[in-house]
């Protein structure tokens, strides 16, 4: 068994497609409108392709906003993405206009930093320390 796609829910799936993108670096994969203005719109990595899809998922159900919401509110990331070095990647993508919510912390076996999607998520990108 394997993870072939996780998601996120996203505000306004354009804006996420953007952000996703043109921000942080990732690639569409998928975007197949699938009814009522939503589309399964996924976005891989650029260094696997074939590797497991991120769906920036519409947050239109509504047990969907309150759930955002109180995850936000306690500083609780949506997803993780592992990156080579969290502070190079905090440095980049601050130069991009990306908020930090926590700046680069050692936790031991991983460092770690949270950004704002702008999407209406916190995201935790990590790098293992050797």
């Not at 306004?12 to 942080?24: P, S």
């Not at 206009?97 to 935790?124: S, Y």
Request: proline share 8%; with cysteine.
């Amino acid at each position: 068994m394997k993870i072939y796609v996780a998601h996120v829910f996203v505000d306004d799936q354009n804006k996420a497609e953007a952000f996703y993108t043109d921000v942080l670096g990732f690639v569409k994969k998928n975007d197949i409108p699938v009814g009522g203005g939503a589309r399964w719109l996924t976005v891989v990595s650029p260094e696997n392709p074939d590797g497991a899809e991120l769906l920036l998922e519409p947050s239109g159900h509504p047990a969907v906003p309150p759930y955002k919401e109180a995850l936000v509110k306690d500083g609780i990331p949506a997803t993780s993405f592992e990156v080579k070095d969290v502070h190079e990647e905090t440095a980049r993508l601050r130069e991009k206009g990306v908020v930090f919510t926590q700046e680069p912390m050692n936790a031991g076996p991983v460092t770690m930093a949270v950004f704002d999607d702008t999407c209406g998520n916190l995201i935790q990108i990590i790098h293992h320390n050797s």
